[in-house]
T-cell receptor, first 113, second 116 residues
């Protein structure tokens, strides 16, 4: 089983739709969870950073972590064409390998005007 | 907003040649990283660097790779003898602490390395 699994999509939605992006993971040692946005041929840009289970909201973005199910989500409300990008989940251990992020493969999102 | 700067943006090199990829991390960050992304694949960890030494490295980061912080601002990745399979986008990142909790990990825009 892969450490981090993410549906690569592609996902195409109309402008204004609510988007749900998800990752599952197998390593219980993952304690820190991040969502990055990556535009074509650019570096990942941090969107959300969460530590504990529960929800964290930032504008139109909500990150959700369910450690018991090893499942994390990113919701985008009122999606805009500028949200079109690849969304990467990333996770970090709390102990042992403290220094490396493990990424999902990324979900390609297109928001159509 | 502070950013991580990488140069060059694109480097073409012949197989067997040495390349040095350069990065200027965010000035008050303490942890530095190199990741790579082969086209169509995941972003993969290569190495982390703290207090002037490697803190962790992946199995990809073999003897052909080395990192250095030659002065107070630059962070470099050297590939001694490039192979075709080293062709990838290389990202430098930095963070204020090892959990990346202060600002998360900030990535540069990457250097596209093409080995021919």
């Amino acid at each position: 089983q892969k450490e981090v699994e993410q549906d690569p999509g592609p996902l195409s939605v109309p402008e204004g739709a609510i988007v749900s992006l998800n990752c599952t993971y197998s390593n219980s040692a993952f304690q820190y969870f991040m969502w990055y946005r990556q535009y074509s041929r650019k570096g990942p840009e941090l969107l959300m950073y969460t530590y504990s289970s529960g929800n964290k909201e930032d504008g139109r973005f909500t990150a959700q972590v369910d450690k018991s199910s090893k499942y994390i989500s990113l919701f985008i409300r009122d999606s805009q064409p500028s949200d079109s990008a690849t969304y990467l989940c990333a996770m970090l251990n709390s102990g042992g390998s403290n220094y490396k992020l493990t990424f999902g493969k990324g979900t390609l999102l297109t928001v159509n005007p | 907003e502070p950013e991580v700067t990488q140069t060059p943006s694109h480097q073409v090199t012949q197989m067997g040649q040495e390349v040095i990829l350069r990065c200027v991390p965010i000035s008050n960050h303490l942890y530095f990283y190199w990741y790579r992304q082969i086209l169509g694949q995941k972003v993969e960890f290569l190495v982390s660097f703290y207090n002037n030494e490697i803190s962790e490295k992946s199995e990809i980061f073999d003897d052909q790779f080395s990192v250095e912080r030659p002065d107070g601002s630059n962070f470099t990745l050297k590939i001694r003898s490039t192979k075709l399979e080293d062709s990838a986008m290389y990202f430098c990142a930095s963070s204020g602490d090892f959990r990346g909790s202060t600002y998360g990990y900030t990535f540069g825009s990457g250097t596209r390395l093409t080995v021919v």
